[in-house]
């Protein structure tokens, strides 16, 4: 599988953007998948998770009430739906799919990642 992230972009704090995951060459529809986020000469953290079914999700602390985590599965995609942006949201976004089907905050806990999607925030 491959995934394919896009969505990113600039925006003023306050604003909102809308990232979407892509998975071609087979369906995600039995894993779990998630939204990472690494900043320039930080480790890559933990952003949001969703299990296969869309009934479970997780968020980081830092984005719980402001990003909401979504699947469209007739689509194959994931959606990271991003509002009240602040300057410390700024990173490149990574989508990932896990080896489970379950919710995970672990980059260990994901297989195939995409290519990433920038995200900056100005204050």
């Known amino acids: 599988v491959q995934l394919q ?10 604003g909102s953007l809308r990232l979407s995951c892509r998975a071609s060459g087979r ?4 894993n779990g998948m998630g939204w990472f986020r690494q900043a320039p000469g ?5 952003v949001a998770s969703v299990s296969w079914n869309g009934r479970s999700t997780r968020y980081a602390e830092s984005v ?7 699947r469209g599965y ?5 959606y990271l739906q991003m509002n009240t942006l602040k300057p410390e949201d700024t990173a490149v976004y990574y989508c990932a799919a896990a080896r489970s089907s379950g919710v995970a905050t672990s980059t ?3 297989t195939t990642w995409g290519q990433g ?7």
């Open 42 to 46: 930080k480790e890559r953290e933990f």
């Open 5 to 14: 992230a896009s969505g990113g972009g600039l925006v003023q704090a306050g």
């Open 108 to 110: 260990t806990s994901y």
């Open 64 to 70: 719980e009430g402001r990003f909401t985590i979504s």
């Open 27 to 30: 369906t995600v529809t039995n």
């Open 74 to 78: 007739a689509e194959n995609m994931m």
């Open 117 to 123: 999607t920038q995200v900056t925030v100005s204050s």
